[in-house]
């Protein structure tokens, strides 16, 4: 079905005339070569690559403004892209059309301390913002991993290790220049803190995907470098008593900025791939902020908890080489998770359940993960109920890819039967579409598909993801 | 303008069928009489009174279905009401309909302490639930000041005095359930932490106003009640002063819960209404939520800012009574401001600006009060940049209603060339409608427009609110 509706939305003379329009007005920031195609489309999965029919790479929003209104002219797609690190084919392109790179648009426009918000452009990675932001002794706390842009961290709504604390992409944008389908340029919100004007067009761009619009500028919540910072690890009996664990943390109000499960296999690939030592057991790793008596006292009291339940020791330090080492190894837990299997196609699955549902969720997917025979390190971001599995497939073994398919089908049914999301943080994209119906209901996902044909009546928007159009 | 469109969009007809469906389902639970449709109508505020053609009471999301589904039917209007605490007109019946009261629907569904979230029907109270919760040590903390019903409070994006820690609505609300324009129900997210799955539904209807859907059930985060809490008041040579401890205190990460100011005509106000004994100066009252080890740190660090400033002695204490008492006087400062001029109508204003401009906006608004000859004393959010003037105005008095309008003119002007918004939280209705164009420019208004016809093409739902229809 994709396919025929493909073949019916592809216009070759169409896309000629876009190409030769874009490449008059753009020059050599028109590319159509084979190779850039394919680095546009998706990569990083085991989604199929369905290349652009060109790349462009605008300076401006009235550049952005200028390649929506040809496009739109002829009812080509367009479809947004920031660094590419996306793992559910948001990139893709189903019908062709033209990819709209943002690495020429990366500066910060203001930084306004007083008020803890900067504003930016979108092809700015989140590295390069605190780089940017270090000397004022202000962050962009959002950190998903991956040295994303900003403006595709927002239109997934991005998260990461320390949501916990400080919240999702949806918390922290408070306003967006975004191009239209029309081309026009509307921005979504003032600079105030908070507004009660109308309807929350922010918040509606935020996780649209470039579905609704193409975002071209960000005004971004900041915070202030914590004075002091203590991590730590903490090893647990059980996956069960760290989600316990991380239960009575957040309940108890300790303000924990990370709180980061890893399951057994997962710190034997890690203590393999980022050389540490840890014991080879379910374990959490934590992150404290605040000033340096209440890092102390929250560390304190999450040890007493994490004894409790039959854990610790809980080792914590307040050095910056530990903390980097630590978080580093963190980070690197897709790729060391990788690494237990080289070779295989990795995919990350990316369920989110209360967080009274976490254990339960986790200890099911690992029973499946053995009755099915296949190597899935865990990785959660307990505090959210939020986790990862790192399913490491040789997709050259069809009955492996089949048992493949059946946990994450499985997994996904799980977590929708706990009244959770088929996905907390990574998007639809293309790969999610198809839980849709079952996670929203009819009317929910009726109400999102009259959205996007209110603002995108052409569907030349990144089509093909999120909602079905027709 | 609006009464030809009103003219045109009533039809009496459809309204006396409409009344005789709903009569034959719901018995003594529709009211028709004109006391009771007038106390539905707007009474807070200055706005005239526009009741609606009759007022039900549906006692589950069915009945609210079936109300809508005969509206439907008719076109006749759907106007939700839940305590009729608005202020800018949000619950008039501008062209007659069905007022939705909510008294009924006030239950407390199901508490997930472990989740930190409960589920709740919208007519309940912020100050029922909260009694509700305490035995659990949880507390909903959203405080608007007035006890609002939570499904008036989201429909309105409210926020209140402690915004600044904990949020607004758009922050504390997980799931909606919302009965659409055509009847049909939808549930806009699921109950874990966060999600990436489509568009975000819930913050779309938060601060929508009924204009969407009407809201029949809530899934709300809820905090744990402080271990420890400290109030108090600290005097400051200047309103710029109040505003730079304000800034410095966000800036230096101290999690203040609460940070208000009143100026020095509110403190005398106060002092009378209230039976305080504080100097008549400017003044900031705050609150301090953590252990009792970090509302001291955290008090001690305000004590050393506000030192710096010229500002204090800060006297601070964790006794309860004190800060009942305290915090009693805050939310009664609108009762204490309408008691300088007895017999005068109290006007509420409620622009945001990014907290660096906060003070130039106050001290240019107060020359404009004295320029101008009005009595306004001022009270302030004054870490979210925002703050109210209660006007008080001699409605009689052609002259000073035409100086009250003026003075209201120039301030939204100000605010909105310091980039900010004409409301903060007391929402658009009709009261603000005006300014929406000025604040969100063509496209992003259109964008509004286009939602609202998407979702409700017929325009039954609260019209002649936050967007025009035509």
């Known amino acids: 079905m994709a396919k025929s509706s493909n073949e ?17 007005a753009f020059g050599n920031r028109l590319v ?51 660094t590419g690190t996306s793992l559910e084919g948001h990139v893709n392109a189903p019908f062709g059309g033209v990819s709209v790179d943002f690495r020429d648009m990366n500066k910060v426009i203001a930084v ?32 998903p991993g991956a ?20 919240g999702t992409m949806k918390d922290n944008v408070l306003a967006l220049k975004v191009v239209l389908a029309d081309g026009e340029v509307m921005t979504t919100s003032r600079r105030a803190k908070k507004s009660s004007a109308g309807y929350d067009l922010t918040r509606l761009m935020v996780g649209s995907e470039g579905t609704l619009g193409i975002i071209t500028e960000l005004t971004l919540k900041l915070s202030g470098i914590p004075e002091s910072i203590a991590s730590g690890v903490c090893p647990f009996p059980s996956v069960d008593a760290c989600c316990n664990a991380a239960i009575l943390t957040i309940q108890s109000g300790i303000p924990v900025a990370r709180i980061e499960l890893l ?68 980070h690197d837990a897709y790729w060391a998770g990788r690494s237990l299997r080289p070779g295989a196609q990795a995919i990350a699955t990316d369920v989110c359940v209360p967080i009274s549902r976490l254990a339960e969720c986790v200890a099911a997917t690992q029973r499946d993960i053995e009755e099915f025979k296949l190597v899935a390190p865990v990785i959660g971001h307990v505090g959210d109920g939020n986790f990862h599995l790192t399913l490491m497939v040789d997709v050259d073994d069809p009955d492996e890819v089949k048992r493949a398919k059946k946990l994450m089908e499985r997994l996904t049914e799980l977590a929708l039967s706990m009244d959770g999301t088929c996905t907390g943080e990574h998007g639809v994209g293309q790969g999610k579409m198809k839980y849709m119906l079952a996670e929203h209901g009819a009317p929910a996902l009726g109400a999102m598909a009259a959205v996007k044909r209110a603002l995108d009546p052409n569907n030349i928007m990144n089509p093909g993801k999120i909602v079905p159009f027709d």
């Not at 999965?45 to 496009?71: K, S």
């Not at 990675?125 to 004022?136: G, V």
């Open 147 to 166: 040295d994303a842009s900003l403006g595709g961290m927002a239109a997934s709504r991005a998260s990461g290790t320390n949501a916990v604390r400080y």
């Open 263 to 330: 399951d057994a296999l997962q710190v034997k690939a890690s203590n393999a791939y980022s050389k540490l030592t840890l014991p080879e057991v379910p374990m959490l790793f934590l992150e404290f902020h605040g000033t340096e008596a209440s890092v102390a006292e929250q560390s304190q009291r999450f040890g007493d908890i994490a004894r409790e339940l039959g854990g610790g020791p809980f080792d914590w330090a307040t050095k910056a080489e530990d903390r980097t080492r630590l978080w580093q190894a963190r």
């Open 8 to 24: 019916k939305k592809r216009n070759p003379g169409a896309v000629q005339q876009v190409v030769t329009e874009l490449a008059a």
């Open 32 to 82: 159509t070569s084979q190779a850039v195609r394919e680095q546009h489309a998706n990569t990083t999965t085991w989604i199929e690559n369905q290349p652009p029919d060109a790349v462009v790479f605008p300076q401006d929003t009235g550049e952005v403004q200028q390649i929506v209104r040809i496009c739109a002219a002829h009812h080509v797609p367009v479809i947004p892209f920031g």
């Open 112 to 143: 306004h301390a007083e008020d803890l918000d900067c504003v930016i452009e979108p092809g700015i990675t989140r590295k390069q913002l605190n780089e940017h932001l270090r000397d004022q002794g202000l962050f962009f706390p959002i950190d």
